[in-house]
């Protein structure tokens, strides 16, 4: 792998964190790749060898490939980390994806947007404002179908033409079961993300409750450290509340916030606190 700096056109263009990736396609033409990362100073082995360490060097090949197809077929009869989890197909996801690391990527975030989707969603639903409501379920809709959660995309795409056509009705008929749904789909995908937690490493019964004049104070902090743009003191705030137990509702406030601090949405925070 040949790591290179890219050009400030590039970072400016893309953004800070950007990356990119090209790759050869595997075949019988020699690109040459030795010359990209030896030193010049290191002078380059003989091409040529003799007759008993080409045939050294074929019989090493052998066994190894004899042990990469033996390993091959003993991971083809394992089950595969994707294939627990419900309401999702794999296999195209994996496609749409790239690779199974990629998709495993795009499961985590997608599980850490779900709560920000979730208030955005409920908000719109709450005030009436049938047209963001339209656009957020139509991002939710493609996300989901990315990562093979096609029931949950389709429910989502019902929901976004009953916003087009203006059928509120079946938005206030079907809204609630697909929030639900939502909330299970990140119940599923919590154990694949972060792992199955154990006995070990559950330490919820552990923790005191919040009360409610707790989380009053909490968000009080909250609300005048985001009015002073104050991230440190945000994140502080919310590493305090992880010690204690908090209601489904809370966390669920709490998880938005937490999505709007990774993105300097002060903003976005105060609308949060703000909503009743």
């Given at each position: ?46 091409v ?49 994806s790239?690779?199974e ?7 985590k ?6 709560p ?43 929901l ?11 938005i ?61 003191s ?16 809370e ?26």
């Open positions: 792998v040949v790591f290179q700096q890219s050009s400030a056109a590039i970072s400016s263009n893309c953004g800070p964190g950007a990356f990119g990736i090209m790759y050869f396609v595997k075949s019988n033409k020699s690109y040459n790749i030795g010359s990209l990362i030896v030193d010049d100073e290191i002078e380059t082995e003989q040529g060898e003799n007759e008993e360490t080409a045939s050294k060097t074929a019989a090493n090949e052998n066994r190894h490939n004899i042990l990469s197809d033996r390993i091959s077929v003993l991971k083809s009869l394992e089950p595969q980390w994707y294939e627990k989890i419900k309401n999702i197909d794999a296999s195209a996801a994996i496609e749409n790239g690779s690391e990629t998709f495993k990527t795009m499961l975030m997608f599980y850490d947007s779900i920000a989707k979730y208030a955005e969603l409920d908000s719109c639903y709450a005030s009436k404002d049938w047209e963001n409501y339209t656009i957020r379920i139509h991002a939710l809709k493609s996300s989901a179908k990315l990562i093979g959660a096609m029931e949950l995309s389709e429910n989502a795409r019902f976004e033409i009953a916003g087009k056509e203006g059928n509120i009705g079946f206030r008929g079907n809204h609630p079961h697909f929030m639900k749904e939502l909330m299970e789909m990140k119940e599923e995908l919590a154990a694949v993300v972060y792992g199955d937690i154990n006995e070990e490493t559950d330490t919820t019964q552990a923790k005191p409750a919040a009360d409610e004049l707790f989380m009053q104070s909490v968000y009080e902090e909250l609300h005048e450290a985001a009015e002073s743009m104050l991230c440190d945000i994140e502080d705030i919310l590493e305090q509340i992880d010690k204690y137990t908090i209601s489904e509702e966390m669920l406030r709490i998880d938005a916030i937490r999505e709007k601090v990774r993105e300097y949405d002060y903003d976005g925070i105060l609308e949060i606190l703000d909503r009743e």
